[in-house]
């Protein structure tokens, strides 16, 4: 019987994942990530992922102690996914522009990856022991800081209030995303827009304050 079919074995902790390890966590990972999008967090269970992926429980057990673990590695895939993307499209611009491409990039990461969407929703709402969600002081914090910076540079007025805005914003954003859970229709691009133009209405410099 191979290792991963043992019913007593699991990863040893510290020990380097094989090749073959590394496919098989990758696989239960995804295969995890659609069924909580489609079942939810209680619908999903450690024998529905097992027959997802085509392996015993057993199997499933020796990479991940729990459901929860599957579900928290799971989330940890999405979210990394989600940073690198939004990260790239911020990391390229300065200033007002920054905050722009932020909540674009993330309205549009959320449309084309409805999947990952759920996934985040689903994880946070269960009691899973996630704890970096989308509420944590540190998204708040990032988002602070880059308003912060287009107030530097010019682009917004200086009194705005970087942690006010920055909530506000996140707020907004996750408005934007939640109501299209509820309504597929909704276009999530024209809204995105609309706080974008909205921001600059609002937090815009004059050209007595640059």
């Not at 043992?6 to 696989?27: D, F, K, N, Y």
């Not at 489609?38 to 027959?51: F, K, M, N, V």
């Not at 992926?53 to 895939?77: E, M, N, Q, W």
């Not at 084309?112 to 269960?126: F, K, L, S």
């Amino acid at each position: 019987m191979p290792p991963e079919e043992a019913m007593s074995a699991q990863v040893p902790v510290g020990r380097p994942l094989t090749i073959t390890e590394q496919a098989r966590r990758a696989q239960l990972i995804g295969v995890t990530i659609d069924l909580v999008a489609e079942h939810g967090y209680p619908g999903t269970s450690l024998a529905r992922i097992a027959e997802a992926a085509g392996i015993s429980k057993a199997a499933v057990l020796y990479h991940f102690p729990s459901k929860d673990a599957v579900v928290r590695a799971a989330y940890g895939s999405v979210l990394e996914s989600l940073t690198a993307y939004v990260g790239a499209e911020v990391g390229a611009r300065s200033g007002a522009a920054a905050i722009e491409a932020y909540i674009r990039s993330l309205v549009a990461y959320t449309r084309h990856h409805p999947a990952h969407t759920r996934m985040i929703v689903e994880a946070i709402a269960g009691e899973t022991g996630v704890d970096d969600t989308p509420h944590a002081a540190s998204r708040r914090d990032s988002v602070a800081g880059l308003i912060d910076a287009a107030r530097a540079s010019g682009d917004y007025r200086p009194d705005v209030d970087p942690r006010a805005t920055a909530v506000i914003v996140n707020g907004a954003v996750d408005a934007i995303v939640a109501e299209s859970l509820t309504d597929p229709g909704f276009d999530t691009a024209h809204a995105a827009e609309e706080l974008v133009t909205m921001l600059r209405r609002a937090l815009g410099a004059t050209d007595g304050e640059r």
